[in-house]
């Protein structure tokens, strides 16, 4: 049982006027109180994250192996856009993984880098979530007609020429396998089979390709055979490239074809490229004399001193990134600024000394994280997880060493600048850091499967480790938010999730755990005057907690539970559960003593259960998977009327109330309907209520302005309002998320208020049924919700994953 503080429910999405909701006390250790939002899209493992703002508010970017990436709004949970992190492989159909993300301002405008493990630099606008254009790899300036052109490689291996002066592209030339020149002039080879030739200053393909035939090998020389369409089989000598006048048949007829050309490519009667298969790279030959690039291609060039950075955005204009040199900030976004065409017209643009060039990703991100250093080789310190920021007011670096801790140095000569900080038991994988108040802290993410935060003036950790993810983290950023300092971070387990560092430094007490498998049902009753929690798992047990503290309040009994409720018989608590055989079970919740012997159902499956009290008698009802309901005398274990039948599909849910002074209840199905039934004589009142369009998986009663009322969940993500007296409907239906089973609940608070509490996967939302809007902000929880209900005081009682919590509202 681990208590929470009062941050432990707060959202990001905290509005003016609108209530939070806390859990006054939680079972097990899975949740923490720095846990904010759980962001589910993706369909694979997230492995990089990065944090912008746009237009005045707070967003995140996730990547995936899924090949997306999803832009989100931190203030309200909105996923504003899912797109192709890159376009796929026409060979694979496989995407470039996505190794890493950053963002940075550029004149003023936010974008989004995406690194990819084939090497290419994306550019994203995360407000319309389209592209913005791409970084190239800078390979030459050649002067070709009186003109100043620049070469650069790009996705695909496209070679892109641009004008120097004005910007605009000249030419491009997808999978460039070499640039060379022949009879004079420069020209580019391609290799979108078979192997193409053409001219770098027009655009133009010179020479043709033919499909061939070999080599085959004759007293030590080499030949090939093409035929063309309507034309005669003719040979080529491969050894003086060159086409011979002789008959294919008679020259080669007693030697062997290797069968390994599939195409020439060939110039004025030259051979000058050969074209293999099995993919095999086309090979330059011939009078065509391959022109060498040592230094290049490079992510960046010197333009007369200055670092800069060829971008060519979604027009296909290419612009220079003068990149600064200075630390980057504590907020970690580097702002950058285009030179003027003007001022780079005629400058001279040379890549830079291999042994001095600085990696571009170090100087437009703060961060390195551990993927992007084992897949580039990229980082500071040799290739690992880094983070460079102002601590001080001096330049340092957070750096992961390799025995799991992290080093603050220097920027320049790498000597130590602060404490080390330990406490990982593996590699780092990812670090932040982030201003909170006067202090600095850092966050990382380990290969330990961790998420630790960091005070880096003393060097010591922050409380305990962050607890959500259900598998490894591989990166982590941080931001704020209405002035809270938030940390996000990217799961093995497809999730991204937020955290306050403001917050509580995490409850450091782990009393017990609870269940050991999912909580299945929840209740409430008073057991010897003190309320009480009663819970049912698929560890087959049954537990009871005391509904202020959350301690003990008896020992747990041993029972398979598919439903659960509690009642009182003969003055004493007890609790009602049905076996996945639809036998029927009561036990004292003090004692663990049977009532009666178990006894069967008469169902094929139960359900649901509710109890009340018919005439100062304790009675159970249940609803099974036969489409009836049952009501069963608990003080002898026998059924008290008919069998109730009507639905025509499975019953899954029921609930009691009081209608015109007489006993009812409610119940709801997969035939879509909700029907009210007069308790004592188990006869059907009225019309079913008709309204959902899929099943009804969950109701609850209450009474609103003096009538007594039903709500219905249905599968077709509504929430409806039912008058039990007229059977009408109460205003529109409710938009509801996803959630299954016992999934809702009904309390009331002190100011008279009617609130649903609604699960949805992860979630729970709160909704006043008077008004029809919200009653508080969502709370989100580690775990998938499984049950809901009601518990005194206007809390909830939540089961998710194995974990039990009671949910109150604070002011």
């Known amino acids: 049982m681990m208590e929470r503080s009062d941050h432990a429910s707060r959202d990001v999405t905290?509005?003016?006027?609108?209530?939070?909701?806390r859990a006054d006390w939680t079972c097990g250790s899975g949740t923490d109180p720095r846990l904010l939002r759980c962001f589910k899209a993706h369909d694979a493992p997230v492995v990089a994250v990065a944090t912008a703002v746009v237009d005045g508010r707070a967003v995140v970017v996730s990547a995936s192996r899924d090949a997306t990436l999803c832009i989100w709004d931190l203030a309200t949970g909105e996923r504003l856009h899912t797109l192709m992190a890159a376009p796929p492989d026409p060979m694979s159909s496989l995407s470039p993984e996505l190794v890493a993300l950053a963002t940075v301002v550029v004149d003023g405008q936010p974008l989004v880098l995406t690194c990819h493990e084939d090497g290419t630099a994306r550019l994203w606008d995360p407000e319309t979530g389209r592209s913005a254009g791409e970084l190239v790899l800078g390979l030459a300036r050649l002067d070709m007609d009186g003109r100043h052109m620049v070469l650069a490689i790009g996705e695909d291996r496209t070679l892109g020429v641009w004008d120097q002066a004005t910007g605009s592209r000249?030419?491009?030339f997808p999978s460039m396998v070499s640039i060379g020149e022949l009879d004079g002039r420069k020209v580019v080879v391609t290799s979108d089979h078979p192997a193409q030739v053409w001219d770098l200053a027009t655009g133009r393909e010179v020479g043709e390709c033919l499909p061939a035939e070999g080599p085959w090998t004759l007293e030590g020389?080499?030949?090939?055979?093409t035929g063309e369409e309507s034309q005669a089989p003719r040979v080529w000598d491969l050894d003086r490239h060159v086409l011979l006048a002789a008959d294919p048949q008679e020259l080669l007829a007693d030697t062997?074809?290797?069968?390994?050309?599939?195409?020439?490519?060939?110039?004025?009667?030259r051979v000058v490229v050969l074209?293999?298969?099995?993919?095999?790279?086309?090979?330059?030959?011939?009078?065509?004399?391959?022109?060498?690039?040592?230094?290049?291609?490079?992510?960046?060039?010197?333009?007369?001193?200055?670092?800069v950075a060829l971008f060519v955005n979604a027009d296909q204009t290419l612009r220079f990134w003068d990149l600064p040199t200075s630390p980057i900030g504590p907020d970690g976004t580097r702002s950058i600024r285009s030179i003027p065409l003007q001022a780079a017209e005629g400058k001279g643009l040379i890549n830079a000394d291999p042994e001095n060039r600085a990696s571009l990703w170090t100087l437009v991100s703060a961060r390195t994280n551990g993927l992007l250093a084992t897949e580039l080789g990229w980082g500071t310190g040799g290739g690992v997880a880094s983070r460079s920021l102002v601590l001080d007011g001096l330049p340092v670096s957070l750096i992961a060493e390799s025995d799991g801790t992290i080093t603050v140095r220097h920027a320049r000569s790498l000597s130590p600048a602060g404490s080390v900080l330990t406490g990982h038991t593996d590699r780092v994988w990812a670090i932040d850091s982030a201003p909170v108040g006067t202090r600095t802290l850092a966050v990382t993410t380990s290969r330990d499967r961790t998420v630790r935060v960091w005070d880096l003036a003393t060097g010591e950790q922050e409380g305990k480790p962050l607890t959500g993810?259900?598998?490894?983290v591989w990166d982590v950023a941080t931001t704020v938010v209405d002035g809270r300092c938030v940390a996000v971070t990217a799961g093995e387990d497809h999730t991204v999730r937020t955290w306050d560092l403001t917050a509580a430094r995490g409850d450091g007490d782990r009393l017990r755990a609870g269940h050991t498998e999912s909580v299945l049902a929840v209740a409430t009753t008073v057991v010897d005057g003190v309320p009480v929690v009663v819970t049912a798992g698929a560890d087959h047990t049954v537990r009871t907690w005391d509904l202020a503290t959350g301690s003990r309040a008896s020992d747990s009994l041993s029972a398979e539970v598919s439903a659960m409720t509690t009642a009182v018989v003969g003055g004493h608590a007890v609790v009602v559960t049905a076996t996945p055989d639809a036998t029927l079970h009561i036990l004292e919740l003090a004692t663990g003593r049977p009532v009666h012997c178990p006894f069967p159902s008469g169902h094929g499956r139960v359900l649901a259960i509710a109890s009340t009290a018919l005439d100062g008698l304790p009675v159970a009802l249940t609803a099974g998977s036969d489409g009836v309901v049952r009501v069963w005398d608990l003080t002898t274990g026998q059924p008290l009327v008919a069998p109730l039948t009507g639905h025509s599909s499975r019953v899954t849910t029921v609930a009691t109330a009081v209608h015109g002074g007489r006993p009812v209840m409610v119940t709801g199905s997969w035939d879509k309907t909700v029907r009210l039934w007069d308790l004592p004589t188990g006869r059907q009142l009225g019309e079913p209520l008709i309204g959902h369009t899929d099943w009804v998986t969950a109701v609850a009663t209450a009474t609103l302005g003096g009538a007594p009322i039903a709500i219905s969940k249905g599968r077709d993500r509504t929430v409806r309002l039912w008058n039990l007296s007229?059977?009408?409907?109460?205003?529109?239906?409710?938009?509801?998320?996803?959630?299954?089973?016992?999934?809702?609940?009904?309390s009331a608070m002190a100011d008279g208020r009617l609130v649903a509490a609604i699960a949805d996967d992860h979630t729970v939302r709160f909704h006043d049924l008077t008004p029809g809007c919200p009653a508080g902000t969502d709370h989100l929880l580690p775990f998938p919700v499984h049950s809901l209900a009601a518990a005194p005081g206007g809390r909830f009682v939540v089961g998710f994953g194995c974990e039990v919590a009671v949910l109150s509202r604070t002011s």
Do not use: K, M
């Not at 095999?280 to 001193?305: K, M, R, Y």
């Open 14 to 21: 905290a509005s003016q006027g609108l209530a939070s909701w």
């Open 170 to 172: 000249l030419g491009a």
């Open 221 to 225: 020389r080499h030949f090939a055979v």
């Open 256 to 269: 062997e074809c290797d069968d390994e050309l599939s195409a020439l490519t060939v110039v004025d009667g």
């Open 275 to 307: 074209s293999f298969d099995y993919e095999e790279a086309p090979q330059v030959v011939g009078d065509l004399a391959p022109i060498a690039f040592p230094d290049g291609p490079s992510e960046t060039l010197i333009l007369e001193e200055r670092s």
């Open 469 to 472: 993810h259900t598998g490894q």
């Open 726 to 746: 007229t059977g009408q409907q109460i205003g529109n239906a409710q938009a509801a998320e996803s959630g299954s089973g016992n999934s809702l609940a009904v």
